[in-house]
C-alpha cells in the first residue's frame, strides 16, 4: 500500500470520524414525557406589585410542592403548568387555563401544586417559564426529603 496516495488518506480520514463517532456519541435518553397540572389559586395576603417568586420544597415519597408568589390575574382566571421531562431536566410553562370575561378586576394571586416528576433523591435541572408574568428562571433542585429551593422570576 502506498502511503502517499489519496485513497489512503480518504479511507485512514473516515476510519477516525467512525473511532470519533463511537467515543463521542450521545448517551441514551428515555423519550420525552408530559404533565399538566393546575395551579390552586389563593389571594396573596400581602400583594407585592412586580415580585414574581417561585419555591421549590420537596416532599417525602419523592412529591415536590411548587409554590408561585405574584400572579396578576383577573377573577375567575385559572392556571395550568405543563411540564415537558426529559431525564433529569424538566421544563415547566406556566399558562392560563381558563381566562375570565374582559374588564375584570385584577388582583394578586398566589399558587400551589404537588407533582411527582421529579427525579428522587437526584439533582434535577428545571427551566421554569410564566407566559402569564412574561418572566422566567433557571434552577438546579436536589429532590431530599425537607430540601427547599427560592428563586425570582426575571425578564
Known sequence: MDFTSVEFYTIAFFVAMALVG?????????????AICSLDLTPASE??????????TAQDGGSVTIER?????CDGDTVNLIATVIDDKITIQEKKGKISAFGGKESMYNGHA??????????NYLRYESSVAGKWC???FVNSPGNKVEKDLSY
Open 138 to 140: 433557571k434552577l438546579a
Open 69 to 73: 408568589e405574584g400572579l396578576l390575574l
Open 114 to 123: 404537588v407533582v411527582t416528576f421529579f427525579l428522587e433523591n437526584n439533582k
Open 22 to 34: 463511537f467515543f463521542v456519541k450521545q448517551k441514551s435518553t428515555k423519550p420525552a414525557a408530559s
Open 47 to 56: 400583594p407585592q406589585e412586580g415580585a414574581s417568586r417561585l419555591r421549590l
